[in-house]
């Protein structure tokens, strides 16, 4: 994510970029947008991409890697959204107009030393123990009303662990922030 926020416009970008990659996987994208890229487009970043039908989950796909320019990873996590997500049936044409996009663009991770660093509605979080892992995004403690202990055990429960795992020795926890934005 950019070291300043996404100003409006870029955000609008971003939006327009993913549909339109869906869009254009599905054989319909029709000409690319056309935009002016700026910093905070070009800026190496991790995405996830969420996409919403009728208020529900239809895919959640993202990539903590800042190895590519923000631009380029919200039109990638956004096909893997839509296409990937091993949840959900690929999205087909005719549903695109009813599904809603949110993205969210991260901040590196960093490894949490104390359980008092992880603040509920700012941090995501990222947990690891061997061959598992689970993240949930900063706002899915918020949407459902979670405190730091019940963020903890979802996350745990995410990464097909324990949910008190997180008290024991061993497993890595880290957090990260994101600006999230949709339509």
Not at 10 to 36: Q, T, Y
Request: net charge negative.
């Amino acid at each position: 994510m950019a070291d300043q926020a996404l100003d409006p416009k870029e955000k609008l970008i971003l939006l327009k970029l993913a549909r339109h990659a869906i869009m254009e996987s599905l054989g319909s994208g029709g000409e690319s947008p056309e935009f002016e890229s700026s910093p905070g487009l070009r800026a190496l970043s991790g995405a996830f991409v969420t996409l919403h039908q009728k208020g529900q989950l239809r895919g959640c796909i993202g990539t903590f890697s800042a190895q590519n320019p923000l631009e380029e990873a919200v039109q990638e996590m956004a096909r893997a959204a839509a296409f990937q997500d091993p949840r959900f049936p690929p999205v087909q044409a005719g549903e695109v107009p009813e599904i809603d996009i949110e993205i969210s663009a991260l901040t590196p991770m960093r490894e949490v030393q104390d359980l008092e660093e992880i603040e509920v509605g700012r941090h995501g979080l990222y947990v690891s123990d061997g061959p598992f892992s689970g993240v949930l995004l900063p706002q899915v403690a918020t949407e459902h009303g979670w405190d730091r202990q019940t963020f903890l055990e979802q996350t745990c429960i995410k990464a097909g662990l324990d949910r008190d795992r997180w008290r024991s020795e061993g497993l890595k926890i880290f957090v990260f922030s994101a600006e999230v934005f949709g339509e």
